[in-house]
Nanobody, 123 residues
Framework: QVQLVESGGGLVQAGGSLRLSCAAS????????VGWYRQVPGKQREFVAA???????NYADFVKGRFTISRDHAKNTVYLSMNSLKPEDTAVYYC?????????????????WGQGTQVTVSS
């Protein structure tokens, strides 16, 4: 009933910028916390940033001052603006959303993940 689609990844040189998008669609009632995570092969997925429905943000220490998370409620979309990118930021980036959605006349909650978008930062 809910789909999350990430976009905006790509190849960028060190010091460059990218903006990732996470768009939610489906029978959505509301979207609560949305987070960005990243994963490199052989390592666990790690938290990058999150934003609540009220706009409160939280960041991993390694991205503070470089990344900014924001959201557009009207578009059901959350963004991750990434500046001053480093080669160690190379990873597949995933968004995760806590969503309340309609199932018939009821509202149900669930956590959803997107399919991921590759970010590659060259040195």
């Amino acid at each position: 009933q809910v789909q999350l689609v990430e976009s905006g990844g790509g190849l960028v040189q060190a010091g460059g910028s990218l903006r990732l998008s996470c768009a939610a669609s489906g029978s959505i009632f509301s979207i609560n916390i949305v987070g960005w995570y990243r994963q490199v092969p052989g390592k666990q997925r790690e938290f990058v940033a999150a934003i609540t429905s009220g706009g409160t943000t939280n960041y991993a220490d390694f991205v503070k001052g470089r990344f900014t998370i924001s959201r557009d409620h009207a578009k059901n979309t959350v963004y991750l603006s990434m500046n001053s990118l480093k080669p160690e930021d190379t990873a597949v980036y995933y968004c995760k959303a806590e969503v309340q959605y309609y199932t018939g006349s009821y509202v149900t909650s669930g956590d959803y993940w997107g399919q991921g978008t590759q970010v590659t930062v060259s040195s």
